[in-house]
């Protein structure tokens, strides 16, 4: 597969397979209904969209309760049928996004995020009271040598404080990096179900298949399920 594993048939996504550092969280997202499904490409090297962290995010935060049709755009370029228009127009409502740089009027669904812009997205909506304390003079557990702008500081050390955010081995936070979807789906999952059901020290006990092999079998052929 895309990932370099041979001899599995990685399900639900092809790309999300046993033993990567994603897998568990992604999994766990999926389960709950917070990612969807539809495709059986996952894509967790791929730069994430606003449109995805927003929809994502506020699915996590409203888990099962959809939010319902829009009569109002909330954007200029966010039509009332598109099918992200309840997800946006729900941030927007609740304070968690304001618009894209480029124009006031626009969502700009289709940009990239970078790491501290969906820190912000992310601990805004699903660690609001950390936020408040980090914000109140909280300090960090350590610190992130690129974490230098104080509106950043209060999103990021809050999933530092929930164990979602880590960093790279630089002592750095990658604050203008593009995030990926698997370390969009890393910190929405810990920062909403925690590290223990998200990470990948959580419980070997909780039943996840992960793989068929093979994706294909005849009467009485012996299937395996990882």
């Given at each position: 597969?895309?990932?370099?594993?041979?001899?599995?048939?990685?399900?639900?996504?092809?790309?999300?397979?046993?033993?990567?550092?994603?897998?568990?969280?992604?999994?766990?997202?999926?389960?709950?209904?917070?990612?969807?499904?539809?495709?059986?490409?996952f894509?967790?090297?791929?730069?994430?969209?606003?449109?995805?962290?927003?929809?994502?995010?506020?699915?996590?935060?409203?888990?099962?309760?959809?939010?319902?049709?829009?009569?109002?755009?909330?954007?200029?370029?966010?039509n009332?049928?598109?099918?992200?228009?309840p997800?946006?127009?729900?941030?927007?409502?609740?304070?968690?996004?304001?618009?894209?740089?480029?124009?006031?009027?626009?969502?700009?669904?289709?940009?990239?995020?970078?790491?501290?812009?969906?820190?912000?997205?992310?601990?805004?909506?699903?660690?609001?009271?950390?936020?408040?304390?980090?914000?109140?003079?909280?300090?960090?557990?350590?610190?992130?040598?690129?974490?230098?702008?104080?509106?950043?500081?209060?999103y990021?050390?809050?999933?530092?404080?929930?164990?979602?955010?880590?960093?790279?081995?630089?002592?750095?936070?990658?604050?203008?990096?593009?995030?990926?979807?698997?370390?969009?789906?890393?910190?929405?999952?810990?920062?909403?179900?925690?590290?223990?059901?998200?990470?990948?020290?959580?419980?070997?006990?909780?039943p996840?298949?992960?793989?068929?092999?093979?994706?294909?079998?005849?009467?009485?052929?012996?299937?395996?399920?990882?």
């Amino acid at each position: 597969d895309a990932d370099g594993v041979e001899n599995s048939v990685c399900f639900p996504f092809k790309d999300v397979c046993p033993g990567r550092w994603y897998t568990r969280p992604v999994m766990k997202l999926r389960e709950e209904g917070v990612i969807d499904g539809t495709s059986d490409m996952f894509g967790p090297h791929d730069p994430a969209l606003r449109v995805e962290l927003v929809t994502a995010t506020v699915r996590a935060i409203e888990l099962g309760n959809t939010p319902g049709p829009v009569d109002t755009a909330p954007f200029d370029d966010v039509n009332v049928d598109d099918w992200f228009a309840p997800f946006v127009a729900y941030a927007k409502q609740i304070g968690l996004i304001q618009s894209c740089a480029q124009e006031e009027s626009l969502f700009c669904p289709g940009d990239t995020v970078s790491r501290a812009a969906a820190a912000e997205v992310i601990a805004l909506g699903l660690l609001a009271d950390s936020v408040e304390a980090f914000a109140d003079g909280q300090q960090p557990a350590w610190l992130f040598s690129d974490v230098q702008n104080p509106d950043d500081a209060p999103y990021v050390y809050a999933l530092q404080d929930a164990y979602a955010a880590h960093g790279y081995p630089d002592g750095s936070f990658g604050v203008d990096k593009d995030i990926t979807r698997a370390e969009m789906a890393k910190l929405i999952c810990i920062a909403k179900f925690g590290p223990m059901e998200c990470a990948a020290f959580g419980d070997p006990e909780a039943p996840q298949v992960f793989s068929v092999t093979p994706q294909i079998a005849v009467s009485n052929q012996s299937t395996e399920f990882t």
